[in-house]
């Protein structure tokens, strides 16, 4: 299928990318991804499916009040969710989430490209 922009003789434009997909890729995704505790946290999460917070301080030597805040940077990201288990909070890495994020990238970098 043609644009309509071919069949109507005019000159095609380049994909650009929208304000929404710049805002995506500069915000609080890239700050939660920048610090290597929040990226440690992650791995953990992708190699063992959902953790609680005692799980995760027992790999790190920060106290639990300093995971639970990287937690939460993580969670307002949205690049972790949370289901509470009983007493417990069991987090989990957002695959969805990531993946959009990593395409808006993706879209970003595509533009930069074509320029």
């Known amino acids: 299928m043609q644009n309509e922009n ?15 997909n710049i805002y995506l890729f500069k915000t609080e995704v890239l700050r939660a991804l920048s610090d290597e505790t929040r990226q440690g946290i992650i791995v953990l999460l992708g190699k063992h499916g ?7 301080t027992a790999h ?5 009040p300093t995971v639970s805040h990287h937690l939460q940077v993580l969670k307002d990201a949205k690049v972790v969710k949370s289901e509470k288990q009983g007493k417990e909070v069991h987090y989990s ?12 990238i993706d879209k970003v970098l595509n533009s930069i490209e074509g320029n």
């Not at 790190?60 to 639990?64: M, S, V």
């Not at 969805?96 to 994020?101: A, G």
């Open 6 to 20: 071919a069949l109507s003789g005019k000159p095609q434009r380049r994909k650009s990318v929208s304000a929404e």
């Open 50 to 56: 959902a953790l609680c917070v005692n799980d995760l």
């Open 60 to 64: 790190f030597n920060l106290g639990r």
């Open 93 to 104: 890495l957002n695959l969805r989430n990531i993946k959009r994020s990593i395409r808006s």
